[in-house]
């Protein structure tokens, strides 16, 4: 009996170890990191130097190759990087399948700051601001012997994030996004001309015809793109919403047309949107998430979750989605974490057998750092595999067996994702051409949302008529598919069927008929839009109508009180008003001066002192002084939770980001490390004037500079003869004699705290 109970509690352990996968954590060491990952997976170091150096971003080909940027460890800001460009592409390749990189060449050499790359039929392409690069090799060297600009983007800031990408959506077009705030002037599809500052995804397809718009946002950094198998996306980056306390960075659901990130109105006045800001459906305080993937396989346990690369919290996270009206929630955990600060994990990608690809970039980066102003281009970095143990490797992943010549449209119905993908896109070529038979066997097909894209790429009007009949197709998903290519293409003959799915039970099909509604821009979709609105309807689905009104044009003929009219008509106003924002003054940030040994010695030796402090601090003790107005002043800039004003740094989360040797060096030495967009700015007029502080607010015209004492000044840009960021912290030195190291530490206890945390997510493995 008890050997049987003992079996029955093993078999229950196990159950719960696969259900709760971040309770039975295992760890594994690749010095000088100590990695937990979930119980049941296994983590390999796949690429180590001298193969890579400082791996950023990385994408296989259909042949297996693993195309990789690597940094040379310059970190100069974006424009002197395009002058003198210094990093370059990798061409890894595993020669004998083990998983293991054997081998790596420079495809490309001489790249400006890499933020993105993209291997596409027989070109390699490279986001490098201001441009999206196309590279070649036409003799078959496996070097780049030929270079393009494929898309110009028309700024480059000092800290580069005007472009990451591109990245391949399952429609076939191209997407990348836009931050940083530089003006930017294209001609869209149709003929109309955007201005505007604000950040944004674009799209075009990939031979960059039909330029468009996807969302607009008054964010800093949009970076990953991930796609869902219907063409739903999904946006990591940072500073998307400062609304409360520990937010900052964080993953949104990117629904066409939409207005996302803080609140920011130099870049968003001159622009319509629908009403508020789009809710963001992850937050992650101040993690700055990078690469992100939606995994396709079904091996591993996480097909169709989120996993995105946090660059500042030393993890890759993990997002079980789950629909939620007519969008998706979130529910997070992590899925690699690493005990070594120096780890920063900057892309994630899925291969073919399921597992998936890590880059960690090393500690070289500091261009606008989230974290630290000390590069340490000699901490270099790795790309390291994550699987589930015991998965039986596939002989052919890729269906490289497979005569892709001919292809076959059972293909699409194949269980490996690679060959899917790659059947798409064949199965599309071939069918190129009038009355082709392929377009029959692709709407007879039993695939469903792969046959839908393939029938997508393919222009005629067979398969636009293909495409049409499935948007009535018994399958949700292969439904939503078909919506986004009639919206894509502009199908005015799909209006009809859209009119009926505008009251179907399913909201996010209701949200998606809306927006392809508003795209084809019939004047007979505007009774039923209006009818289909509600005050119950969730933020996207109020966003849908609106926009797709919006679209449609037809202002006269809307009702005078009716809520999504009364937004249509001011979206209106903002468009003939045509706001001019003044000039943005050019911030030019600190000169950079040669360190002083003899002070930086002095500040180790203090450092030193105060760090055998640290063990006996006390949180709850922290937690008083950190309210103590008279003693420390924490409150009157930071917030920590509920408690504090903002003006410095949130400190919420600092935690997760910061050592508690970091922490004890920001109190001593708070102009050792000044967190982005908190460096005091100073500003001299035309008249002569010198205004300091940080930069709090910006409208269209005006900046609002606020002193460590609370006293806001505004700025017109139109007054501003010269603007500077400082080197020099709005926080005084000297808190080591205002406090004693007891206090001190007390206080580094508390801020080391976390104030939210993230409960794991149930493995989807039974």
């Not at 420079?106 to 596409?120: H, Q, S, T």
């Not at 030929?146 to 898309?151: E, K, L, P, Y």
């Not at 589930?388 to 497979?402: E, I, S, V, Y």
Request: proline residues 7%; negative net charge; glycine residues 8%.
């Amino acid at each position: 009996m008890l050997r049987y109970d003992r079996v029955c509690l093993l078999a229950a352990l196990a159950l719960f170890c696969i259900h709760r996968e971040s309770d039975c954590a295992e760890t594994v060491t690749f010095a000088p990191h100590t990695f937990t990952i979930p119980g049941g997976f296994e983590l390999k170091r796949v690429a180590a130097p001298p193969l890579v150096r400082r791996p950023i971003h990385m994408c296989f080909d259909d042949e297996g190759v693993l195309y990789v940027t690597d940094s040379s460890g310059n970190t100069d800001k974006a424009p002197a990087q395009l002058k003198n460009p210094a990093h370059r592409v990798l061409r890894l390749v595993d020669i004998d399948g083990d998983g293991v990189f054997d081998k790596s060449t420079v495809f490309a050499d001489r790249v400006p700051f890499p933020e993105g790359i993209l291997v596409y039929h027989d070109a390699i392409y490279v986001g490098a601001p201001p441009y999206i690069w196309k590279m070649s090799d036409t003799d078959g060297d496996h070097v780049a012997d030929q270079r393009s600009v494929w898309f110009d983007g028309g700024s480059i800031e000092g800290c580069g994030n005007d472009l990451h990408g591109p990245y391949l959506g399952p429609d076939g077009f191209f997407y990348w996004c836009k931050g940083a705030f530089g003006p930017q002037e294209h001609e869209l599809d149709g003929g109309k001309t955007l201005n505007s500052r604000a950040a944004h995804i674009y799209r075009a397809r990939p031979d960059g015809s039909q330029l468009e718009v996807v969302i607009t946002g008054g964010m800093n950094n949009p970076v990953g793109l991930a796609f869902g198998e219907t063409g739903e996306r999904f946006l990591s980056g940072t500073f998307f919403d400062l609304s409360e306390p520990g937010r900052r960075d964080g993953i949104l659901h990117a629904v066409y047309g939409g207005t996302y990130g803080k609140e920011h109105e130099r870049v968003l006045a001159p622009l319509p949107n629908t009403g508020s800001l789009l809710p963001i459906m992850a937050q992650l305080g101040p993690a700055a998430p990078s690469g992100i993937v939606m995994p396709r396989h079904r091996a591993a346990g996480w097909k169709d979750d989120l996993v995105c690369a946090e660059f500042n919290t030393r993890r890759v996270s993990r997002h079980r989605l789950s629909i939620s009206g007519s969008s998706y929630s979130a529910e997070p955990s992590v899925l690699i974490e690493s005990d070594q600060s120096d780890f920063h994990p900057t892309d994630v990608i899925e291969d073919a057998d399921g597992s998936l690809l890590v880059a960690d970039t090393g500690s070289w980066y500091m261009i606008c750092c989230p974290t630290s102003k000390i590069a340490k281009p000699d901490i270099l970095g790795a790309i390291y595999r994550i699987q589930r143990k015991g998965t039986a490797p596939h002989k052919d992943p890729r269906g490289l067996n497979f005569d892709w010549s001919l292809p076959e449209v059972n293909w699409l119905s194949d269980e490996r994702p690679a060959v899917v993908k790659r059947a798409i896109d064949a199965l599309a070529a071939r069918g190129e051409g009038s009355s082709n038979p392929v377009v029959d066997e692709l709407r007879a097909a039993t695939a469903g949302v792969p046959a839908v894209w393939s029938l997508h790429r393919i222009r005629s009007q067979q398969a636009r008529l293909a495409v049409r009949k499935l948007l009535n197709a018994d399958a949700s998903d292969v439904r939503v598919a078909a919506i986004q290519s009639v919206a894509l293409w502009r199908d005015r003959e799909s209006i009809e069927p859209l009119l009926a799915i505008i009251s179907d039970d399913d909201a996010r099909l209701r949200r998606l008929a809306a927006m392809a509604l508003g795209r084809i821009g019939d004047s007979k979709a505007v009774e039923p839009l209006l009818a289909s609105y509600s005050a119950e309807l969730d933020p996207f689905s109020k966003h849908a109508i609106i926009y797709a009104l919006y679209e449609i044009g037809e202002v006269r003929g809307l009702p005078a009180n009716h809520p999504a009219a009364r937004q249509v008509r001011k979206m209106r106003y903002v468009d003939e008003r045509g706001v001019v924002p003044s000039d943005y003054p050019e911030i030019e940030f600190s000169e950079p001066s040669p360190p002083d040994e003899e002070k930086l010695a002095r500040q180790k030796k203090r450092l030193d002192e105060l760090s055998t402090f640290l063990p006996r601090g006390d949180l709850r003790r922290g937690a008083k002084l950190f309210e103590d107005r008279q003693k420390s002043k924490c409150v009157i800039c930071h917030l920590k939770g509920e408690r504090g004003a903002r003006l410095g740094p949130d400190l919420t989360r600092i935690g997760t980001i910061r050592s508690e040797r970091d922490l004890l060096e920001a109190i001593v030495f708070p102009s050792a490390s000044i967190a982005r967009y908190h460096e005091t700015l100073t500003v001299l007029t035309k008249d002569g004037i010198v205004v300091s502080g940080l930069l709090v607010k910006e409208t269209v015209d005006t900046m609002f500079l606020s002193s460590a004492e609370g006293v806001v000044k505004s700025v017109a840009f139109q007054d501003i003869e010269e603007a500077r960021y400082s080197s020099v912290s709005l926080m005084p030195d000297g808190f080591d004699k205002l406090l004693n190291p007891g206090e001190i530490a007390d206080l580094v206890a508390f801020l080391k705290q976390p104030q939210l945390t993230i409960e794991p997510a149930q493995s989807d493995i039974e």
